[in-house]
């Protein structure tokens, strides 16, 4: 089993920064994709950033050169850099791990007001 656990979403203006944060335990291991999707409100859930091995990365085209995804493996811990944040990010994010099956975290509230 694998529990995921995020924090670190919140309210910023336009512009703005926030860092998201994902604590994984369980059975994780380095080679599994990890990433993150965010869904607003009448919206379907759509991917924003996913990790391999804490090195191989893919991006939205909306989020590339804002949002960076790293992953501290020692930690069992994946991260969400935004940066630039615009209203159009406003989400709940949910960080996501694929294994035998998919896991999927909580959700994470991000407003970004103009």
């Known amino acids: 089993q694998v529990q995921l656990v995020e924090s670190g979403g919140g309210l910023v203006q336009a512009g703005g920064s926030l860092r998201l944060s994902c604590a994984a335990s369980g059975s994780i291991f380095v080679f599994n994709l990890m990433g993150w999707y965010r869904q607003a409100p009448g919206k379907q859930r759509e991917l924003v950033a996913s990790?391999?091995?804490?090195?191989?990365?893919r991006y939205a085209d909306s989020v590339k050169g804002r949002f960076t995804i790293s992953r501290d493996n020692a930690k069992n811990t994946m991260y969400l850099q935004m940066n630039s944040l615009k209203p159009e990010d406003t989400a709940v994010y949910y960080c996501y791990y694929h294994s035998n099956r998919d896991f999927w975290g909580q959700g994470t509230q991000v407003t970004v007001s103009s």
């Open positions: 990790i391999v091995g804490g090195i191989s990365t």
